[in-house]
């Protein structure tokens, strides 16, 4: 009778264990959940602050085209500009992404700075009227494009499990 004592409390204490091996995991996984939800909303923040300060910047270039803004309206514009998209691209800093989703912010900050780099050459441009700016700027928006798009591809396969 006593062996059999025992072994139940050798099983007791293996069953509490097990189950407070599993509440451990449960919990590391839900907190992990947490910390990717979080990341992925403080990340698209940014992402619609980008958008907001591009589209933003377009209308007041479509402006200056159509003759309802001056030049050095845009220009002014132009620094507050340059001002906010500097601030948000410190804010990928400020992240704390999942080791698996680095390479994607790392990408859509690249993206961002660029797009930054394309506008500064556009307003270059404007100052000048050298046409090299003009396709400097070009250039860097589409390389900025890429940029984004890899982006999305890393974070989308990072958040399928793949990285």
Do not use: C
Not at 85 to 114: A, C, G, H, R, W
Not at 130 to 156: I, K, P
Request: charge should be negative; hydrophobic fraction near 35%; glycine fraction near 4%.
């Amino acid at each position: 009778m006593k062996k059999s004592k025992k072994q139940n409390i050798v099983i007791v204490a293996i069953a509490i264990i097990i189950i407070g091996a599993i509440a451990g995991y449960n919990y590391s996984v839900d907190q992990t959940k947490q910390k990717g939800f979080k990341f992925g909303n403080e990340l698209q923040k940014i992402q619609e602050e980008v958008k907001q300060l591009q589209v933003e910047f377009d209308s007041q270039v479509t402006q200056w085209k159509e003759g309802d803004l001056t030049q050095q309206e845009l220009l002014e514009y132009s620094k507050t500009h340059i001002e906010k998209m500097q601030n948000v691209i410190s804010e990928y800093d400020d992240l704390t992404p999942p080791k698996q989703f680095v390479p994607s912010v790392e990408l859509f900050k690249l993206s961002t700075q660029t797009q930054l780099d394309s506008d500064k050459e556009f307003i270059e441009w404007v100052k000048t009227s050298d046409d090299s700016h003009s396709v400097r700027s070009d250039s860097l928006l589409q390389e900025s494009f890429e940029y984004e798009m890899t982006a999305l591809g890393e974070f989308n396969a990072a958040k399928a499990g793949l990285r």
